[in-house]
């Protein structure tokens, strides 16, 4: 069963040069799967069009983009320009962990009033307290605001948020960027439990090194120049000749 599926995505974004206009295809022909219960890593040198992947999973897509082919989610296929279904998506059905997760957050609320938000909004079955807990932080965060955390901390507070209503789809974006190796540990930690708990996650990294340590992806996509190349098995990926492959995962993208 697939969380999400893209299905022949291509994406062009209008651009005014001069007294004109053209159409430049960012995305093309994206095929992509995210099966329920796995971790998917989504890799790609940068530019590669891997954060519009992410943009078309969660409706969020730029103003002027053109779209072509499906997307699916739950086995719902969804209009990307239909913001009346992404809204009614967003958190039930798809969770977003943003990259800059410290700068997510609303600087004059505490942590557990927005917490408390967004699981009243989500009809949430757990508190604000409860979901704290779910990602390894004391209880005390909820009376904390976002400038006190730790970028470690701040991010366990997104994937917080992003799990509150318990989506099948949660998307990752470099979620450890910006992360110390332990933190980052931690947070991958995390995205393989919420894949243990039958979500289908797509985690959007240059961060293979930390990845393939931490031991928790099942499936690897390589894009370049707007297209997935390739969708199979870590373990079928990492004995892959393909030289691009081999880089990817060899290095830190930068």
Same mark, same amino acid.
């Not at 240059?206 to 931490?214: G, N």
């Given at each position: 069963?697939? #969380? $999400?599926? !893209? /299905? +022949? %995505?291509?994406?062009?974004?209008?651009?005014? @040069? &001069?007294?004109?206009?053209?159409?430049?295809?960012?995305?093309?022909?994206?095929?992509?799967?995210?099966?329920?219960?796995?971790?998917?890593?989504?890799?790609?040198?940068?530019?590669?069009?891997?954060?519009?992947? #992410? $943009?078309? !999973? /969660? +409706? %969020?897509?730029?103003?002027?983009?053109?779209? @072509? &082919?499906?997307?699916?989610?739950?086995?719902?296929?969804?209009?990307?320009?239909?913001?009346?279904?992404?809204?009614?998506?967003?958190?039930?059905?798809?969770?977003?962990?943003?990259?800059?997760?410290?700068?997510?957050?609303?600087?004059?609320?505490?942590?557990?009033?927005?917490?408390?938000?967004?699981?009243?909004?989500?009809?949430?079955?757990?508190?604000?307290?409860?979901?704290?807990?779910?990602?390894?932080?004391?209880?005390?965060?909820?009376?904390?605001?976002?400038?006190?955390?730790?970028?470690?901390?701040?991010?366990?507070?997104?994937?917080?948020?992003?799990?509150?209503?318990?989506?099948?789809?949660?998307?990752?974006?470099?979620?450890?960027?910006?992360?110390?190796?332990?933190?980052?540990?931690?947070?991958?930690?995390?995205?393989?439990?919420?894949?243990?708990?039958?979500?289908?996650?797509?985690?959007?990294?240059?961060?293979?090194?930390?990845?393939?340590?931490?031991?928790?992806?099942?499936?690897?996509?390589?894009?370049?120049?707007?297209?997935?190349?390739?969708?199979?098995?870590?373990?079928?990926?990492?004995?892959?000749?393909?030289?691009?492959?081999?880089?990817?995962?060899?290095?830190?993208?930068?």
């Amino acid at each position: 069963m697939n #969380a $999400a599926r !893209l /299905t +022949g %995505l291509t994406v062009g974004i209008d651009l005014r @040069r &001069g007294r004109g206009s053209a159409t430049v295809d960012v995305l093309d022909d994206v095929h992509l799967d995210v099966p329920a219960g796995r971790v998917t890593a989504l890799v790609g040198e940068s530019g590669c069009g891997k954060s519009l992947v #992410a $943009a078309a !999973l /969660t +409706g %969020l897509m730029p103003p002027g983009s053109r779209v @072509r &082919g499906t997307v699916q989610v739950g086995g719902r296929q969804v209009r990307c320009d239909d913001e009346r279904a992404w809204r009614e998506l967003r958190g039930r059905q798809v969770g977003s962990v943003p990259q800059s997760a410290s700068t997510s957050f609303t600087p004059v609320r505490t942590i557990g009033s927005q917490l408390a938000e967004i699981c009243a909004r989500l009809d949430s079955d757990r508190t604000p307290e409860q979901l704290c807990a779910a990602v390894a932080l004391p209880p005390h965060v909820v009376d904390r605001y976002p400038h006190e955390l730790s970028g470690g901390m701040a991010q366990r507070v997104a994937i917080a948020a992003a799990l509150a209503g318990r989506p099948g789809l949660l998307v990752a974006d470099e979620p450890t960027s910006a992360l110390d190796p332990d933190n980052a540990a931690l947070t991958w930690r995390l995205l393989g439990d919420a894949a243990a708990d039958g979500a289908g996650v797509l985690v959007i990294t240059h961060d293979m090194p930390s990845l393939l340590r931490a031991a928790v992806c099942d499936d690897v996509a390589v894009m370049a120049r707007g297209t997935v190349l390739s969708q199979t098995s870590l373990v079928d990926t990492l004995g892959s000749t393909d030289a691009y492959t081999q880089a990817l995962l060899g290095t830190v993208l930068v």
